[in-house]
Every structure is written in structure tokens, then in C-alpha cells.
């Protein structure tokens, strides 16, 4: 044991608070991460009764820690790892985990307390997830398939040799104003023509949806490939399809955006298509999973495989994983991403405008002008975004200037907050410090009861220059 944690087992029976600790955060190696921070928070909120009235966040011997006088417990955190001592807890540390781990059970129970609450709530959580399986079966697994669980991946989606990077769920860009839902490969040559790049069959299963659209660079396809009835692979961007596997599609049947269900059965590491100089789509969902970070999953009808969506990464045995993670940016955990950041009574998560039935919004070619999303950037989530359906007449992804306030740390009691919108953060981390970065203008929130938000962005506007809401102010829920 260290000599500080010895040192805070003493402190606690004496009940007194170390005389030579310092405020969080006066070297760079101090610093308390947004999730640490956030556990604090929620854990503040969830067990009043074990930590009300903490005090400042303290560091000494390179440890982070809040002492909560009324009971005597101190919450620590090293390493990414947090710590218990004093109090109900006794006079031996208690190793919770790491501070995803906690968060991740935190946000599940304020969510499930929330549901618990609120009459009849949890029941009909319990039919929104039937009714998105009930979706999702009927359109991927048409063949009937009782089967159930997962299956490891034995092939990628491409060569790796073929890809420059990999970005893990979380992106937000232009339309997609909420956390994207599944992976990006990146080829090595952008300006390669289309059917370059080999796409393949990631392990065994039944391709049991294909559909194409059209776009301004060519066809494109949509592919779903069922494992067993409750674990899928989908593929999207694909420019051409083997000729192996279209010649088992009926003539006309995916013409003008219609679906065929097949099935035709592929195996692992058989050509699927090709792609050229654009990013393939990847996702794996897994209907016997559930997100515990979406407050309300009866908004995304639209696409309802999103509330099962789940680590790719996870999903391949060494040494296919770590060959993986070679190309993926994102160094902070979960290394595969994350779609689901809604704490229930504060800013962070998606949002979508009131009466604009959710994800779907009221039009369905310009469906994700009703989104907002405050939400830690994927390659470096210390750096948060605010994502905008609509910004100067199209969607828009902005940073915030300091990236504070801490919208985890933003609630009902905050009343009205102000952020400068800057730069979004772009690139791997490291990333640069914001605070000189460009000025797009200044946006006012206030966190509402009974998870409803009111916005309202100042384009171009300094933020000593806004006093408060006008009668442009909007108001979102979720």
C-alpha cells in the first residue's frame, strides 16, 4: 500500500482531511478526466446517502481524491482506476474498477432509476426493445432463424494492408448530427477508382438484405449478413458486388432501392465486393445486447438496429484484434467507440426537437435537421462537440472554447450556460488546446425537467455580446 493511501486510512479514523493536499488540476499530470469527473457526479447523485456534501477535488502523491465529511469516505482515483476507503466502506481500500467500468454502471442505473420512477416507464421500455427486435427481424431475418448468439469474426472487411486507418463507432460529421453507429476503413488511396479494394465476408451466415442507392459518384450497396438470428455484420459504400454473389439476386429485385432478402450463403473470407477511394461502412449489432446509454430507445424506430450496436473490435480473437487496433486513432477507452452518451438530468447525449418524432424527424429526405448532440469527440473524448442539425442554414459539428462547462457537470441547478462554439477538434490525439482557436459564434443551454432542453445558437455572435434566450430559443427532449 502506498504511503498515501496508508496515510488516508489514518485520516479517516481521525476524520480530518490531509494538511498538504493541493487542488486538482495544478500540473497537467493531475488533471481529472471528463469520465472521472463525471463519476463523482453521478455517484453524488445516485448514493446521496454515502457521498453528499464532498469536498474539493484534492491531489497529493500523484493521486486524485474527494473526501465526504458527513460519512467519512473517500473516493480516490489513480491510473484510471478508482478507489474507496473510510466509512461504510471500512479501513481497506476497495478497488471498484477502472473509471469507464464505473461510469458504465453508474449511467446504467440513473437510467434504470429514471425508468423505475416514472409509473409504468420501465414496462414500456421493456416493449421499445421488443418492438426494435421485432423491427430488425423483420427486415434482416425474414428467413425465420431461431438461432441465438454471437459468433468470433474471422476475416476482415478488408486487407488491412488496404487500409490506412479505422475510425471506432462516435463519429459525427455533417448529417450525422448524432454519434454514428458503426466503424469507418479508410483505404490507402483516396483517389483509387471504384471496385479497387477487395471487400470480404467477415465469417460464415446468410446475406439476408442487400439494397443499393444512388449517388452523385456512382451505385452503392447495402449489405446484411446474419450469423444467427440475434447477431449481425452489415456493410455499406460497397461499389460493386462479386459476381459470385449477384448472380443469385434475381434480376430487377434491388433496382431503385428495393430490398432482397436472399438468403445466399456465404463463408468467411469469400469476396463480398469492392470499394474504391471512399471509407467502407462496418457494424455489428447484437440483439441479445441493449445500450444502456440512450434514455429514451423508442426514438430510434427509424433505424432500429442502433440500440444493439456493439464493439467490433471486440468481436475478433488475437492477434486479428490488435491488428485492428493498429489502424484505429482513438487511444482512450472503449478503443472501439461509443454511440450512447445520455445521462438522464444533464446536457450530455442526444436530444432531438420537441414534436419532431425523434430520430425519424417530420421529413424524411432532411431527417436529422431536429438532432442535437453534446458529445465527447471519438478519437479524443477529453475534447467535447456540439453537433447542430441545423447551423447557418446545414448541419455542423462545433468544439467548445476550453471545453468547459463539462456538459456531464451541466443540469437542472445550472440554470442558463453559455459556450463559445470554436474549431471542432479534428486528428488523433494529442490534440492542441482549443482556447485560440477560431469563433463560430456563441450557444445558450438550460437542462429542463423531465429531460427536456432548451437551445439557442448565436451564429457569428461573441459570447460578452449574449445576455440571454430570445424568442428564437428551441426546445428539444429525448
Known amino acids: 500500500m502506498s504511503n498515501f493511501l496508508k496515510a488516508l486510512v489514518l485520516l479517516v479514523s481521525c476524520g480530518v482531511v490531509p494538511l498538504q493536499a493541493q487542488a486538482a488540476g495544478t500540473g497537467p499530470q493531475l488533471q481529472v478526466s471528463d469520465a472521472a469527473l463525471q463519476v463523482f457526479a453521478l455517484a453524488e447523485s445516485l448514493y446521496p446517502e454515502l457521498f ?33 476507503l473510510g466509512g461504510a466502506f471500512g479501513n481497506a481500500i476497495v478497488n471498484k474498477g477502472s473509471v469507464t467500468e464505473v461510469l458504465t454502471f453508474l449511467q446504467a442505473e440513473q437510467n434504470r432509476r429514471q425508468l423505475n420512477g416514472s409509473g409504468n416507464a420501465a414496462s414500456e421500455m421493456a416493449k421499445a426493445r421488443a418492438r426494435l427486435i421485432a423491427l430488425v427481424n423483420n427486415s434482416w431475418n425474414r428467413n425465420g432463424s431461431t438461432t441465438t448468439g454471437t459468433v468470433p469474426l474471422t476475416h476482415f472487411p478488408m486487407n488491412m ?30 483517389n483509387s477508382a471504384p471496385g479497387t479494394y477487395n471487400v470480404y465476408v467477415v465469417a460464415d451466415g446468410l446475406l439476408t438484405e442487400i439494397s443499393t442507392r444512388q449517388t452523385p459518384k456512382g451505385l452503392e450497396h447495402r ?7 440475434t ?15 449477384a448472380s443469385q439476386i434475381p434480376a430487377g429485385a434491388i433496382d431503385g432501392g428495393k430490398l432482397f432478402h436472399g438468403p445466399i450463403a456465404v463463408r468467411g473470407g469469400q469476396v463480398l465486393g ?11 449489432v447484437n440483439l441479445q445486447t441493449f445500450l444502456p446509454g440512450f434514455i429514451e430507445h423508442a426514438n430510434y424506430e427509424r433505424e432500429p438496429w442502433k440500440s444493439f450496436t456493439v464493439d467490433t473490435f471486440a468481436a475478433y480473437a488475437e492477434p486479428l484484434r490488435n491488428q485492428m487496433l493498429a489502424k484505429n486513432q482513438r487511444v482512450a477507452e472503449p478503443r472501439g467507440g461509443k454511440i450512447d452518451y445520455d445521462v438522464a438530468g444533464t446536457l450530455s447525449g442526444n436530444w432531438f426537437r420537441l414534436g419532431t418524432n425523434g430520430y425519424a424527424g417530420v421529413d424524411p429526405e432532411n431527417y436529422s435537421s431536429g438532432h442535437l448532440a453534446v458529445v465527447p469527440y471519438v478519437l479524443d473524448p477529453s475534447f467535447w462537440v456540439v453537433s447542430l442539425g441545423e447551423f447557418k442554414g446545414q448541419p455542423t459539428q462545433l468544439g467548445v472554447r476550453g471545453n468547459t462547462p463539462v456538459p456531464t457537470a451541466v443540469t437542472v441547478a445550472s440554470g442558463v450556460i453559455k459556450m463559445e462554439l470554436v474549431q471542432p477538434p479534428n486528428g488523433p490525439p494529442p490534440l492542441p488546446d482549443n482556447s485560440n482557436t477560431k469563433s463560430f459564434g456563441t450557444v445558450l443551454f438550460q437542462v429542463l425537467p423531465n429531460n427536456l432542453l432548451r437551445m439557442e445558437v448565436f451564429p457569428d455572435v461573441a459570447p460578452a455580446s449574449v445576455s440571454g434566450f430570445t424568442s428564437a430559443a428551441l426546445i428539444y427532449e429525448r
Open 231 to 245: 447477431y449481425y455484420s452489415y456493410y455499406d459504400l460497397i461499389d460493386v458486388l462479386d459476381p459470385a454473389i
Open 52 to 84: 453528499a456534501r464532498g469536498g474539493e477535488v484534492l491531489t497529493t502523491q500523484g493521486y486524485r481524491y474527494r473526501f465526504y465529511a458527513g460519512t467519512g469516505i473517500y473516493v480516490g482515483l489513480k491510473d484510471e482506476q478508482i478507489y474507496l
Open 161 to 190: 494492408a488496404d487500409v490506412d486507418t479505422i475510425v471506432p463507432l462516435g463519429l459525427l460529421s455533417a448529417g450525422h448530427v448524432t454519434p454514428i453507429d458503426h466503424i469507418y476503413f479508410s483505404p490507402i488511396n483516396f
Open 223 to 229: 449489405v446484411v449478413l446474419q450469423h444467427s438470428g
Open 274 to 284: 469492392r470499394i474504391g477511394g471512399k471509407t467502407l461502412d462496418f457494424a455489428n
